[in-house]
């Protein structure tokens, strides 16, 4: 039987947008055996904040749902409009994969040293969730506000809300919650003994930091 060839022309080259690229080809953002590096990438977040001075508690909790919450009390993402891209800023954190404040290499940059996937950690986290929630607590001139964003498959499904904050809440820090999308790993089971090997290993390296 005669075989079809396959056509290489202009309509060959497929330009993938926004979070497309981790969808289709996973393995070239994390390892997908399990999902531990994606969390990794948060926890790096929180890290990055504390290694700056700017945290004294990172806790990480596995919630009985499958999902995994990691807070800092940190600055907080940055929640305002971006002056460029006009979105609030902690969307672009976690949808577009080259973004970040690690990139400000300029004097008074967001951070002098840092780890992880430089702009593409988090936003690779959020492709390959099918479900992530943050909370983000942060100071600004008009005060002490409570912000909160949902995700699900990389898409945003509950826009920016906005509150005062009350007395019972924290007045700095960000909380991400992640439910990995089972269909991007060959387990969808986090190994414990990785996990606390790994926040071992951070509370040994921030000083002062800790790791609950």
Do not use: C
């Amino acid at each position: 039987m005669a075989t079809k060839k396959s056509e290489y022309s202009e309509s060959s080259i497929r330009v993938l947008k926004g979070l497309e690229p981790v969808k289709q080809r996973p393995g070239m953002y994390t390892r997908t055996e399990n999902p531990l590096h994606i969390i990794q990438e948060v926890i790096d977040n929180a890290s990055d904040e504390a290694l700056g001075g700017y945290g004294k508690n990172i806790i990480v909790t596995m919630n009985a749902d499958g999902s995994v919450s990691v807070e800092d009390d940190g600055r907080g993402i940055p929640v305002g409009l971006h002056p460029e891209e006009k979105v609030p800023t902690v969307e672009i954190v976690f949808t577009r994969l080259h973004a970040g404040g690690k990139f400000d290499k300029g004097s008074g940059g967001a951070y002098a040293f840092s780890g992880g996937l430089h702009g593409v950690g988090v936003s690779v986290t959020n492709a390959l969730a099918s479900k992530l929630e943050i909370t983000v607590w942060r100071k600004d001139e008009k005060g002490n506000g409570v912000h909160q964003l949902t995700f699900a498959d990389g898409n945003v499904i509950s826009k920016l809300k906005s509150r005062a904050a009350g007395k019972e809440d924290k007045k700095t820090g960000t909380r991400v919650t992640v439910w990995p999308n089972p269909k991007y790993f060959d387990s969808a089971v986090i190994p414990l003994p990785e996990l606390l090997r790994l926040l071992r290993s951070k509370a040994v390296l921030l000083p002062g930091v800790k790791v609950t």
